[in-house]
């Protein structure tokens, strides 16, 4: 098996635990699947690396101005159009989701592609640009009544987790989604005691399913 077949297997393997590396090798993946002649079968590796490559792209951009002052630029909202439609369609791995929600203002639905961070056998959503952000504010307005979509539609009920109860999700949130480390201002490897100082300042919600209707009576 040459170098490049051996990349193309093993690297869509490492990228899904989603650590630092997995936007790494899926560069390195994609350049290898491209450089070697490949069967068909190995489109949905080439595609997968693709993915990853963009994702380190966004990473990469993100650290500089798409969000300054916590809003995000033309540039960020074109990303953000193309990753909604990514992550709806379920190329990356499961914790990254489309949110759709009504807007607040408008009652149309708004599409925010989002990585979730899995704690304690839960999902919960956290707002790296804190408590002036569209969706949230939308989410709020919605009552937390939502669709989160990944290859299909599932409608949550989404419950804000108070903030003494953030501390925990927040640094789980930094070491699993790591393009949201530029906008929170504590190293994911500091102590629990350090995210409890800013946890105010970030929400978070506890991924549900929705409750199904009550049934009226014959």
Same mark, same amino acid.
């Given at each position: 098996?040459? %170098?490049?077949?051996?990349?193309?297997?093993?690297?869509?393997?490492?990228?899904?635990?989603?650590?630092?590396?997995?936007?790494?090798?899926?560069?390195?993946?994609?350049?290898?699947?491209?450089?070697?002649?490949?069967?068909? #079968?190995?489109?949905?590796?080439?595609?997968?690396?693709?993915?990853?490559?963009?994702?380190?792209?966004?990473?990469? @951009?993100?650290?500089?101005? =798409?969000?300054?002052?916590?809003?995000?630029?033309?540039?960020?909202?074109?990303?953000?159009?193309?990753?909604?439609? %990514?992550?709806?369609?379920?190329?990356?791995?499961? /914790?990254?989701?489309?949110?759709?929600? +009504?807007?607040?203002?408008?009652? /149309?639905?708004?599409?925010?592609?989002?990585? =979730?961070?899995?704690? $304690?056998?839960?999902?919960?959503? @956290?707002?790296?640009?804190?408590?002036?952000?569209?969706?949230?504010?939308?989410?709020?307005?919605?009552?937390?009544?939502?669709?989160? #979509?990944?290859?299909?539609?599932?409608?949550?009920?989404?419950?804000?987790?108070? +903030?003494?109860?953030?501390?925990?999700?927040?640094?789980?949130?930094?070491?699993? %989604?790591?393009?949201?480390?530029?906008?929170?201002?504590? $190293?994911?490897?500091?102590?629990?005691?350090?995210?409890?100082?800013?946890?105010?300042?970030? +929400? %978070?919600?506890?991924?549900? +399913?929705?409750?199904?209707?009550?049934?009226?009576?014959?």
């Amino acid at each position: 098996m040459s %170098v490049g077949a051996a990349l193309a297997l093993i690297g869509p393997a490492i990228a899904v635990h989603q650590t630092d590396w997995a936007y790494l090798v899926g560069i390195v993946t994609a350049a290898a699947v491209m450089a070697v002649s490949v069967p068909l #079968r190995n489109v949905v590796i080439v595609a997968f690396g693709s993915c990853a490559l963009l994702g380190y792209i966004t990473v990469i @951009v993100l650290q500089y101005d =798409m969000y300054q002052g916590g809003k995000g630029n033309a540039t960020a909202r074109r990303f953000s159009r193309l990753w909604a439609t %990514v992550f709806g369609m379920g190329l990356q791995p499961k /914790r990254w989701v489309t949110l759709e929600v +009504p807007g607040r203002s408008s009652g /149309r639905i708004t599409r925010f592609p989002l990585g =979730m961070a899995q704690a $304690d056998g839960q999902w919960y959503l @956290v707002s790296m640009l804190g408590e002036d952000c569209n969706w949230v504010k939308n989410v709020r307005a919605a009552g937390g009544k939502v669709t989160l #979509r990944r290859r299909r539609a599932r409608s949550c009920q989404l419950i804000e987790v108070p +903030p003494e109860e953030r501390a925990l999700i927040i640094k789980r949130y930094l070491a699993q %989604v790591p393009g949201a480390r530029p906008h929170i201002p504590v $190293d994911r490897r500091s102590a629990l005691a350090e995210f409890q100082t800013i946890a105010e300042k970030y +929400p %978070v919600f506890r991924v549900t +399913p929705a409750a199904a209707p009550a049934l009226g009576r014959a």
